[in-house]
């Protein structure tokens, strides 16, 4: 499967911002989907996903603030992201993978480029 991550951008904090993972490939509802965020000379970070089942999970700075959602007609995962802050300035990435632990980024064999997320304070 191929992943493209876009819809980020510069935000005030306390805005919203939608992000969009569109895949390719015959077999997208095998997937458990996901998102990551990585700050550059940091590890890359957990913060979302979702299983076929469309079951939701998430970190504890995403709970409450960010909703993950996925269209499997289209082949599309989102993250809508509110409430932002300045410390969710970092590039957000969309993941693909077959394993249900869903927190570890090894779990996800196929990843997306990024896409930048800037919140000003």
């Known amino acids: 499967v191929q992943l493209q991550a876009y819809g980020g951008g510069l935000v005030q904090a306390g805005g919203s911002v939608r992000l969009s993972c569109s895949a390719s490939g015959r077999t997208f509802t095998s997937y458990y989907m996901a998102w990551f965020r990585q700050a550059p000379g940091k590890e890359r970070e957990f913060v979302s996903a979702?299983?076929?089942?469309?079951?939701?999970y998430y970190s504890d700075s995403a709970k409450g603030r960010f909703t993950i959602s996925r269209d499997n007609a289209k082949k599309m995962v989102y993250l809508q992201m509110n409430s932002l802050k300045p410390e969710d300035t970092t590039v957000y990435f969309c993941a693909a993978g077959y394993s249900d632990v869903l927190r570890d980024q090894n779990s996800y064999g196929y990843w997306g480029q990024g896409t930048q997320v800037t919140v000003s304070s």
């Open positions: 979702i299983t076929w089942r469309k079951n939701t």
